[in-house]
């Protein structure tokens, strides 16, 4: 029997899709450490901007560390801050490589994590960013096979929501993801 030196290396599995997807800011760390993940960090804004500088963000990301950034104002439509989110989606996509060392953005509802999804695959594969992130299919998403799932994950590490909101928020991404 040949064993794989690196299958030994190798951390837990990685959680599909939906799985510790939606959690509040105050159990993000409790929720990574279930996958052996270090703590996030928190990246603040850039006082001239409003929005978290990318350098800063490829620097957690670099250092295998969940990024927690804001990204609603992204997310508001065309603009300076959406141009920065496309670049944000392909700094996470193409920076670190394995769970725990992608984005954990701050979102308010399940149709902003859609978007993050379907951004964080169009960064992944060369495809159009901002009309994923305008309109993202969630039929496909969860269409694709559990790696590529996996590999939204290493982009997308969890998504924060307003604590209160957690269980609604996975509901409504899990009944989307049926339709």
Known sequence: MT???????????RPDLFEDLVVSGSGLAATLSRWSVPVPVDVAPDPDTGLPGLDAVAEVLAAGTAAVVDVAPGLAGPGPAAD????LLA???????????????RCTDAGQI????????????????????ASPDPAALVALPRSAREAIRDVVTCAVVPAGVEEEVAADLASAGRS
Do not use: I
């Not at 064993?3 to 599995?13: A, I, K, Q, T, W």
């Not at 695959?121 to 994923?132: P, Y």
């Open 3 to 13: 064993v794989s030196l690196e299958l030994l290396s190798r951390g837990p599995s």
């Open 84 to 87: 920065w989110l496309v670049d």
């Open 91 to 105: 700094v996470a996509a193409h920076s670190g490589v394995g769970f725990g060392s992608g984005l954990a953005p």
């Open 114 to 133: 859609w978007a993050l999804l379907a951004g964080a695959v169009a960064a992944m594969t060369g495809g159009d960013v901002r009309a994923a992130l």
